[in-house]
């Protein structure tokens, strides 16, 4: 067995916690950038799950250059229309040819695409309200090869390339990453009226949180401004109660502040979606693949939904790294706050990185010395257990957004 590079350090500064500004960050679903961050996903998984049952293992394949053009929509009280249909292109290389199999990965590709859409936009119609493109080139076989040899066990990385990860989150992490999702979750279920395209911003300033929400809100469930002022009031009160579990701290909520009922400017919209109305988008200029946007966290700017789960190390180290974290955490006492960094080197197994780093701020009276041994540990049985990863994306277990 081949002993793994793997450091663990005291993290260089403050923990996030005590440093007097925080800014935290989460595109909805709706958001057009997340809107191509879950197609490319779904395609991905689509597509991977079509060559195992096709040829029995992942070829080679990368959708994760989709993009997306904002259309033209007139909203209006009681329903308006899409004047002008979105427009989504995906994009990238996937294996049509393997041993002798053909595969039609355009085909799937737009299957999983309109299936995405029904699942997740109730308010889209598929075919008019937004158009799905897809230009998939041909990816070759042969680079089947640096998945490993035929029986390998692990892959060898397709990049030098890193992925960093952390644990816990803060407070204000907790607040924006839930808020959004229980938004688009639980709220939604008896608030038809809110669309998917729900923005969470959080700053924390000292002890005091803000909170600012950007909610679309659905035409056809709104008869009159009334209405849509009651929808808004409700995602507010909504929000406060969702910080409240996670914070002692005083918040506030924002919604929609740059509404003026005096001159009709309200965030209506037809289908739930500013890319409706000149929003465009685009893979990974959204949220990491912890689901969050942390400046004052280190990030990899490397895009994860779309990529092949296999070998593809801009997608399985930022997931990785963010298991690793939170494994520690859980099983390692005496620590506030850990960052992980994975650094692969291309050619080589991806579960012997070039270095895996875990850099920690302890809580008072532990050393970082006394719990190396444990952490290096848990590193240790994480990175060996790497495939884990893809089983687990290709089965929708691991969120890339």
Known sequence: MTERNIRVEP???????????????????????????????????????????????????????TQLVAGTAAPAFGGGEVVEPIYLLVTGRATQRYRGTQIPTETIALRAARDYFAETFPEVEFGTDVVVDVKLGEGS??????FGDEG?????????????????????????????????????ADNP????????????????????????????????????????????EFVEQVAA???????????????????????????????EQGDDGSVGRGNRANGLITPNRSMSME??????????????????????????VDE?????????????????????????DAAIVSEDGVAVADIEGEVTDVVDRELANVTDVTRRVIDGELSTF
């Open 245 to 275: 579990e996670y914070t002692d701290r005083e918040v506030s909520i924002h919604v929609n502040t740059a509404d003026d009922y005096d001159e009709g400017a309200i965030y209506l919209t037809t289908t739930g979606t500013s890319a």
């Open 332 to 356: 390692v006492d005496g620590i506030r706050e850990i960052r992980i960094r994975l650094l692969s080197q291309i050619g080589q197994p991806i579960d012997e990185p070039h270095v895996a």
């Open 193 to 236: 009226a809110l669309g998917q395209d729900v923005k969470v911003m959080g700053k924390r300033e000292g002890d005091r949180i803000d909170v600012t929400v950007a909610a679309a809100v659905v035409d056809s469930y709104v008869d009159d401004l009334d209405g849509y002022d009651a929808t808004v009031r409700a995602v507010r």
């Open 11 to 65: 993290m260089v500064g403050r923990a996030v916690e005590d440093q007097e500004v925080e800014i935290v960050e989460r595109k909805g679903l709706g958001h057009p950038d997340s809107i191509c961050d879950g197609i490319a996903e779904a395609v991905s998984q689509a597509l991977a799950r079509e060559y195992i049952d096709r040829v029995g293992e992942v070829l080679h394949y990368n959708t994760d250059e």
């Open 303 to 328: 895009a994860t939904s779309g990529k092949n789960p296999v070998n593809h190390i801009g997608k399985i180290y930022n997931l990785l790294s963010t298991e690793i974290a939170e494994s520690v």
């Open 152 to 188: 390998q066990q692990v892959p060898m990385a397709n990049d030098t390339s890193f992925g960093v990860g952390h644990a816990p989150l803060t407070e204000t992490e907790e607040i924006v990453l839930n808020a959004e999702r229980r938004l688009n979750g639980e709220f939604t």
């Open 141 to 146: 076989g042969d680079l089947q090869e640096v």
